[in-house]
């Protein structure tokens, strides 16, 4: 393994931030226009049946890895051939073991949730994707331990190129809900085939039973935090294809897409360069302090005018864009999604501090909390507020989240206000101005300035409160290019 001196490694986290999301920025470009494209010619219906049968394979996938990955990346030694070669074999007798009976069990499956075979398709394709995406795993720990976002995004850009592409073209041909059957598969394939050639190793099977209790002793309390957000999360959510009709699903999976699509930009780009760079900083509090407040400070200033700007702005193209209007009920959801996306970008990195400096077990408490909590309200929410509820919900639950900055205070210094004080401040006037100009916004164009100048105003301003802290930043980024 490269050797990193500590303050290079908490340089080289902010600068692949920037440097992941300018190189998949074209790539979430096109994956806007998909869904824009998708929302058009899809119904609500359509979209249900998607969003349940996707939350039921990430289920899966929770128990296909026992937290064997994170262990190889936070391990502080570098791992050998029988470490990987133990960890991949695990995976794939554990993954094997869910999705036989997945294949097995598809009919009830399928009547369980009410789908049709168009959705049976589409189960086995996302069951063919989970396969072949554990064999990535392994490629994937040894380029996140040398810290080697550069080429482990070239993968992920040729994935999202393809799948994309895949549902453009088949959703304007008519093809429905087969458009995400195609693509899901067509990714996988070209994905695998990709990371092989960047990041190849020696293939094989193996089983050390020290090298396994090594592993786990970290993996099933972090895999433990993952199921319980998967519960938290993806289960509620196939809890909610369960107890609510299809067409009122797709409207939360609407709204979770669009409200969300700031996270997947930003946050997850900053959560995958997080954890592997923290667990290489776990000597030195310092530098950790230094890549969380950076990081706090970057996702604030992206994630809040972006939620804010969308709560304002999206009941105009709901209404200006051709065949958007059956999507106006998802309106409310939208807003309480956006907002929970606010909370979550926030106390998301702090929970990644805990687990990169190994307190998998202290954010275990938190999330079983968390997870009780979205259970005991949802339910309650949605008999009360019908599908909206959900969204409350969420929002609720991740106002919560952020009781995490008490715990994680007590082992690195940092703060949490700090960072994001000038950018909420810069989005709430910049919130301001779009709230006063409403009236101006007659047509899509008209739309699509207020955008451009809400954008012009926003930029100058986080510029004249936060020049010294965006100085500060593009100083440590370029400091060691």
Do not use: C
Not at 149 to 159: D, N
Not at 308 to 323: C, E
Not at 392 to 397: G, H, K, M, R, T
Not at 418 to 445: N, W
């Amino acid at each position: 393994m490269e050797e990193f001196n500590l303050e290079l490694v908490a340089r080289k986290s902010v600068r692949s931030v920037f440097a992941l999301v300018s190189r998949t920025f074209l790539i979430q470009i096109l994956g806007i226009v998909a869904s824009f494209v998708l929302t058009i010619y899809l119904s609500p219906a359509d979209f249900g049946v998607f969003f349940i049968v996707s939350s039921f394979v990430v289920f899966l996938n929770y128990f296909s890895d026992i937290g064997l990955a994170a262990s190889l990346i936070q391990k502080k030694a570098e791992p050998t051939l029988q470490d990987y070669r133990t960890a991949f074999t695990v995976q794939q007798i554990m993954v094997l073991a869910l999705v036989i009976p997945a294949f097995i069990f598809t009919q009830p499956i399928a009547r369980f949730f009410n789908i049709d075979s168009q959705g049976i398709y589409l189960l086995f394709a996302f069951l063919i994707s989970f396969v072949l995406s554990s064999l990535k795993t392994i490629p994937t720990v040894m380029l996140e331990r040398k810290l080697d976002f550069h080429r482990l995004v070239v993968p992920q850009i040729a994935e999202n190129l393809i799948y994309n592409l895949a549902l453009i073209v088949m959703a304007i041909e008519g093809f429905g809900i087969t458009s995400f059957t195609v693509a899901i598969v067509l990714r996988s394939i070209v994905g695998l085939a990709i990371m092989y050639w960047i990041q190849p190793w020696k293939v094989g099977f193996a089983f050390d039973k020290k090298v396994f209790k090594k592993l786990i002793s970290f993996g099933i309390p972090f895999q433990a935090n993952s199921l319980l957000a998967l519960v938290k999360d993806d289960l509620i959510n196939v809890y909610l294809g369960k107890v609510l009709p299809l067409t009122q699903v797709g409207y939360i999976g609407f709204a979770q897409k669009w409200a969300f699509l700031p996270l997947r930009l930003v946050l997850d780009n900053v959560i995958k360069i997080m954890f592997p760079s923290l667990s290489r900083l776990q000597h030195d509090k310092n530098a950790q302090k230094i890549v969380i407040e950076k990081s706090l400070f970057v996702i604030a200033m992206f994630i809040m005018p972006t939620a804010a700007g969308f709560i304002l702005l999206s009941p105009y193209f709901l209404d200006f864009i051709p065949r958007y209007q059956k999507w106006e009920p998802a309106y409310i959801s939208m807003v309480f999604f956006a907002l929970n996306t606010v909370f979550g970008s926030i106390s998301t990195p702090i929970t990644n501090l805990l687990y990169a400096t190994g307190r998998s077990k202290v954010t275990l408490y938190f999330m079983s909390g968390w997870t009780a909590l979205t259970w005991i309200i949802t339910p309650i929410l949605v008999m009360k507020l019908g599908f909206n509820g959900a969204a409350v919900a969420s929002l609720l639950v991740s106002m919560s989240t952020l009781s995490i900055y008490i715990v994680a205070k007590k082992y690195v210094e940092f703060s949490m206000i700090r960072p994001v004080v000038k950018p909420l401040l810069t989005t709430l006037i910049m919130a301001g101005f779009i709230y006063i100009s409403q009236p101006i916004i007659t047509s899509l164009p008209l739309l699509l300035f207020e955008i451009i100048i809400s954008g012009i105003i926003y930029l100058a301003i986080i510029s004249l409160l936060s020049r010294d802290d965006i100085k500060a930043i593009i100083r440590f980024v370029k400091k060691n290019e």
